[in-house]
C-alpha cells in the first residue's frame, strides 16, 4: 500500500445542522438518505459525522458540504453463501450559492453495505501526490479545499474541484 501524507481538517456540521443538510438531500436526491454515524463501522469514524463535510471545495468562497448517501430501499445480492445486502449510494458534493440553497453533483455511484467502511473527510489547500495511470506520483497544487474519501487499509481519493466544475479524483493511496 503506498501512501501520501497530508493534512486533513475535521470540521463539525452542527452549524448549519445534520437535518438542513439532509433537506437539501431530499430537494437533489429524492429517495436518498445522509449516511448516519450508526451505519458507519465504529472503527473508521473520525469524526461527528463521517459521511458529511463542510469546507470551500470551490474558489467562490462559500461554504459547500459533501456527503455519503444512500438509498431508503435495501436491496439483496443473491450468491449462495456469498449474499448480503446493499444499498444503491451516491458521494455527492453540493456547492453553496450566492442566493442561497446549494448545487449538487454526484461524484461517485456504488453499493454501499453496512455499516459502511468508508469516511469523508476535509483536505485542506495544498500541494499533494496523486497516483497517475501509470503508478507514478504527480504533484498537484490544491487551491481550495478537497473531498476526501478513504477506505481504511485499501485506499483513499482527494476530490479536487476543476474550473469546468466538475472533480478530479486525485488517488493519494492505494
Request: proline share 5%; glycine share 8%.
Amino acid at each position: 500500500m503506498r501512501c501520501v501524507m497530508f493534512g486533513v481538517l475535521f470540521l463539525s456540521v452542527t452549524a448549519f445542522g445534520a437535518t438542513d443538510y439532509q433537506k437539501e438531500i431530499d430537494k437533489q436526491f429524492p429517495g436518498f438518505i445522509a449516511l448516519t454515524k450508526s451505519e458507519f463501522n465504529p472503527e473508521f469514524i473520525k469524526s461527528e459525522n463521517p459521511g458529511l463535510i463542510t469546507g470551500k471545495f470551490n474558489p467562490d468562497q462559500m461554504k459547500d458540504f459533501a456527503a455519503i448517501v444512500r438509498d431508503k430501499t435495501k436491496k439483496r445480492y443473491e450468491a449462495r453463501e456469498n449474499s448480503y445486502d446493499y444499498y444503491d449510494g451516491k458521494v455527492v458534493s453540493c456547492l453553496g450559492q450566492p442566493k442561497g440553497g446549494y448545487k449538487c453533483q454526484v461524484i461517485s455511484k456504488m453499493p454501499f453495505t453496512i455499516p459502511q467502511q468508508s469516511y469523508l473527510t476535509t483536505a485542506t489547500p495544498q500541494k499533494t501526490g496523486c497516483y497517475n495511470d501509470k503508478g507514478e506520483k504527480d504533484s498537484v497544487d490544491v487551491k481550495t479545499d478537497a473531498i476526501g474519501w478513504y477506505y481504511p487499509e485499501k485506499g483513499g481519493s482527494h476530490y479536487i474541484y476543476q474550473a469546468d466544475g466538475t472533480y478530479r479524483n486525485c488517488v493519494t493511496s492505494d
